[in-house]
């Protein structure tokens, strides 16, 4: 079955500075992958997805991740976090014989002043 | 911009009871699912619907959870008789035509469900 790690609950940092929430997944034949973000008290609002082709992925509010096959990972990363970005970070899966979105854990990325 | 919507935005039951939580897609969508998150936990799949049907389900869709789409709006999930363990934030999405795995689902803002 398909599974999704997010390795680090929670990631602290100052504004302005640069962050990487790290996302690994189980290998299958293919996937599709997303970043998802919570902000307090809403839904789920996509950033950003992969499903083939160029293995970085540009997003919304400035956010990019990267499709790693051979280490299964899909890092979301941006250069420089607003106190703005302040919310839970989700990365998840969707396998190709199935439509479901299979979610990791969750980050919650604090940025402080 | 269209956007899912749920209502209501927070549901307090008592254990043994009916709740209905609705959910209105995005109007060109044919997709439907919802997911759960209980606190500190995962968001999970609960089922998602498409042509007046159930395509996919988890395990912890059993019989006491069921969906319907009453009418060409909603798009509603039903728990016959709740358990404490019920408890958490449910969350509806819709998906665009073709419903392919590819396909951006699109949440709503969740309904929190407290069973006491």
């Known amino acids: 079955a398909q599974s999704v790690t997010q390795l680090d609950s929670q990631v602290p940092v100052f504004e302005e500075a640069p962050v990487e929430l790290r996302c690994n997944y189980s290998s299958s034949v293919s996937v599709y992958l997303f970043w998802y973000v919570q902000y307090p008290n809403q839904g789920l609002q996509l950033l950003l997805k992969?499903?083939?082709?160029?293995?970085l992925v540009k997003g919304i509010n400035g956010f990019e991740a990267e499709f790693n096959k051979s280490q299964t990972s899909f890092h979301l990363r941006k250069p420089s976090v607003h106190i703005s970005d302040t919310a839970e970070y989700f990365c998840?899966?969707?396998?190709?014989?199935?439509?479901?979105?299979?979610f990791g854990s969750g980050t919650r990325l604090l940025v402080r002043p | 911009e269209p956007e899912v919507t749920q209502t209501p935005s927070h549901q307090v039951t008592q254990m043994g009871q009916e709740v209905i939580l609705r959910c209105v897609p995005i109007?060109?969508?044919?997709?439907f699912y919802w997911y759960r998150q209980i606190l500190g936990q995962k968001v999970e799949f609960l089922v998602s619907?498409?042509?007046?049907?159930?395509?996919?389900k988890s395990e912890i869709f059993d019989d006491q959870f069921s969906v319907e789409r009453p009418d060409g709006s909603n798009f509603t999930l039903k728990i016959r008789s709740t358990k404490l363990e019920d408890s958490a934030m449910y969350f509806c999405a819709s998906s665009l035509t073709s419903g392919g795995a590819g396909d951006t689902q699109y949440f709503g803002p969740g309904t929190r469900l407290t069973v006491l």
């Open positions: 998840a899966v969707v396998g190709d014989s199935s439509y479901k979105l299979i």
């Open positions: 619907f498409y042509n007046n049907e159930i395509s996919e």
């Open positions: 992969y499903l083939s082709g160029s293995t």
């Open positions: 109007s060109n969508h044919l997709y």
